[in-house]
């Protein structure tokens, strides 16, 4: 059967593909062997933000009584429920994929694709043709050899979302989002975590104050972080692991039920066919121009397969871009500069842009504007004052960074990364009439700080 597209994969970058193709008039096929809406809507993002928001709600039970509510017995956390409760999301979710699928008329073919031409992708022993194919695979959890995941007692992200009962003690290797919100999640709910970093601080990619804030956010909830620290290895001794590590005070050795490895992702790009094409790789990811074409003429790749930020988000965009390119519509390249980027602890992370420290290489004069917010009034009354917002302007006062902690800071990352998009500057921002009492003032704050002339702090 022919086709003008086919895409592998169906996550967030390859269904959006797939849809906005079929929008734009093109017969569509799209494959996957798994179920449809990938990593993110499945094992990811999903699942794992039902599950935060339960944590929440348990905690929020237990510290009732500081918000005048009165709970009578006691409030215990069922895991299972809660399990059960993301999986009834994600399929939820899933189901709705499956629907714009149908309303687009795209062909699901399910099963494993393979490249057996330019333009050709073998399914399950069919072969169909299209006129450009576009690679959507995604990535999986990488596994390092000195931690070998068996699925049971060292695990990666996927069985840490499906756990039937709580472990007393859990260790963590790897602080970036993954690790932080599933070390965030079993804290909250009474396991006793150690974070384990090989950087000298966790969050690696944040700003630096970003970076001592969570790890206090961390200690305050009793979980032990451990930065600049190396897993020699882990394995499982009876009914428990030890996880031999070297750090600051030396060599030593850890105990708990479960080791969680979050030590990142790496591309699926196994049996695609890509070097039997001739399709360019580089450190396991697949090469790309800046409209997603590889090597091979006909040949596209978006998502964790290519060298940009392995979110789910960037993967969408990726998607539009590149179906719009192939019809024709000459989209504008995207601007990784200003891709927001979110941690969902409590409190939240945001960020977009340039760190302070980058920010200085680069430009040498800056301004920073901090606004605190045990300075906010909406933030009091929501009991949510731990965190700040701190932007960072160039010498022209154009905004270059943003970076976020604090109670919904997820949702308020979207005003910066605007106007970062748009090149606007502290006074426009200051400037800007913000509601009150509202935790989005933080950011006008913030910016009339930068100007010298804040009034709250």
């Known amino acids: ?22 929008q734009l008039g093109r017969r569509v096929a799209l494959v996957e062997r798994e179920a449809v809406g990938g990593v993110c809507l499945n094992w990811g993002c999903i699942p794992t933000k039902a599950l935060l928001k339960s944590a929440t709600i348990y905690r929020h039970a237990k510290e009732a009584a500081q918000y005048g509510v009165q709970i009578e017995g006691e409030v215990k956390p069922d895991l ?13 979710m899933s189901k709705g994929i499956h629907f714009l699928l149908k309303k687009h008329q795209i062909d699901l073919l399910e099963g494993f694709g393979r490249l057996t031409s330019p333009h050709t992708v073998e399914v399950e022993g069919v072969h169909y043709e299209a006129e450009h194919i576009i690679l959507a695979t995604g990535a999986r959890p990488r596994v390092l050899p000195a931690i070998p995941v068996d699925g049971v007692r060292i695990i990666s992200s996927k069985e840490a979302l499906t756990m039937e009962q709580l472990p007393a003690s859990m260790v963590v290797v790897g602080t970036g989002a993954i690790g932080c919100e599933l070390a965030w999640f079993y804290a909250a709910l009474g396991v006793q975590v150690t974070l384990v970093e090989y950087l000298p601080r966790i969050m690696p990619l944040e700003d630096e104050e970003v970076s001592k804030a969570m790890e206090r956010a961390f200690r305050k909830m009793r979980v032990a972080v451990l930065t600049a620290t190396t897993v020699q290895s882990a394995r499982v001794v009876e009914d428990h692991c030890e996880v031999a590590v070297e750090g ?43 409209h997603y074409r590889t090597s091979v003429e006909g040949v596209y790749a978006i998502g964790d397969l290519i060298a940009t ?32 980027s979110c941690i969902f602890t409590t409190p939240e992370v945001s960020s977009v842009g340039l760190t302070e420290e980058q920010a200085r290489e680069r430009y040498g004069e ?9 300075a906010s009034g909406k933030a009091m009354a929501a009991g949510e004052r731990d965190g700040f917002v701190k932007l960072i302007f160039d010498a022209e006062e154009r905004l270059v960074g943003a970076h976020l902690v604090g109670g919904t800071v997820a949702e308020l990352i979207a005003e910066p990364t605007l106007a970062k998009a748009l090149g606007a500057t502290a006074h426009q921002l200051a400037r800007t009439i913000h509601a009150h009492p509202s935790m989005n003032e933080a950011v006008m704050e913030a910016a009339e700080e930068a100007m010298g002339c804040a009034i709250h702090v």
């Open 309 to 340: 930020p392995a979110l789910a988000h960037v993967a969408s965009a990726e998607a539009i871009h590149c179906v719009e390119t192939i019809c024709g519509l000459q989209p504008a390249p995207i601007d990784y500069t200003t891709i927001p």
């Open 248 to 290: 600051k005070k030396g060599p030593a050795t850890l105990t708990a039920d479960v080791v969680l490895s979050a030590v990142g992702v790496v591309a699926n790009t196994e049996g695609l066919g890509l070097e039997a094409l001739g399709v360019t790789m580089e450190r396991g990811k697949v090469v790309v121009d800046e």
């Open 1 to 22: 059967m022919n086709y003008d597209v086919i895409v592998i994969g169906a996550g967030p970058g390859g269904y959006v593909a797939a849809i906005r193709a079929a």
């Open 80 to 92: 299972k429920a809660m399990v059960a409760r993301s999986r009834t999301v994600a399929e939820t």
């Open 366 to 374: 800056i301004k920073v504007g901090r606004f605190p917010f045990t």
